[in-house]
């Protein structure tokens, strides 16, 4: 009997990427044969993963992203975009965003995203990584002055009695009237061009398979909500996993041109990848 192939997949064990892979890990739909082995780690080390090669399916930043795709390609589905909305920098004082510039700041990565959308709001700036769900608690002991956040912090920050100084979604969304990408699905190309569609196309009806059920699958992605409810958790599911989630289309892949350009332009994206999707 022929052995099932088994692909890794790797993802953040966050509510938006727990509920397009739930219906994947339980089964829901068809796999064609195939195996999927679910890992679950920050999107740092994830992006630093896939940087070795070492997943065949993997969420990455997009600002990571040129540093793999001339092993990876991008899947048009599984974007986290924020469309006028995204991460934030919050701080135990209320201050103008200039002033960042002069505070040390609490990060989660230098290759995330939020990091790079940072860069370009406000220039150069110090910095200091810290693990995204440690981010409040560095504040509180006074490790940084201000904390740059990501995931469900974006809705849980006024709790730790913190002020939102910048949303870098909406700084974005004025700037240039685009959604702000964080996040995107790759896929080793190594895999070739058949199981590269086979496998797109099934975390695609994955994703769509959540959004068709999202009130019979929020309840099972309520352990990775941190300090979010069930109401929380589905607003901030659905702020991630949206249209854009099941397919870039033409704006999305406007977005992320424009994002990875400005990137190069300050010196934090290299001059030459090639930014390649999936054709699925």
Known sequence: MKKRKEISLGHSPDPDDAFMFHPLAQN??????????????DIQTLNEWTLRGELDVSAVSIHAYPRVSANYALMPCGASMGDGYGPMVVAPKPCDPRDLRRMMIAVPGTLTSAFLALRLCIGKFDYRVIPFDKIFEALQKGDAE?????????????????????????WWKKETGLPLPLGGNVIRKSLGPELVRKITAIVKQSIA????????????????????????????VRMYVNDYT?????????????????????????????LEFVDA
């Open 209 to 236: 398979h959540a959004l068709r059920h999202t009130d019979e699958t929020i309840p099972h992605v309520m352990p990775y909500a941190r300090d979010l409810d069930a109401a929380l958790t589905k607003k901030f």
């Open 28 to 41: 829901q739909i068809d796999t064609g044969g195939l195996i999927f082995r679910h890992i679950l780690q």
């Open 246 to 274: 099941l397919d870039y289309g033409e704006k999305g892949r406007a977005a992320i041109v424009e994002f990875l350009e400005r990137g190069q332009k300050i010196g934090l994206v290299q001059k030459q990848f090639n």
């Open 146 to 170: 201000a904390g740059l956040i990501i995931h469900e912090g974006q809705l849980t920050y006024s709790k730790e009695k913190l002020h939102c100084i910048v949303d870098l979604g909406a």
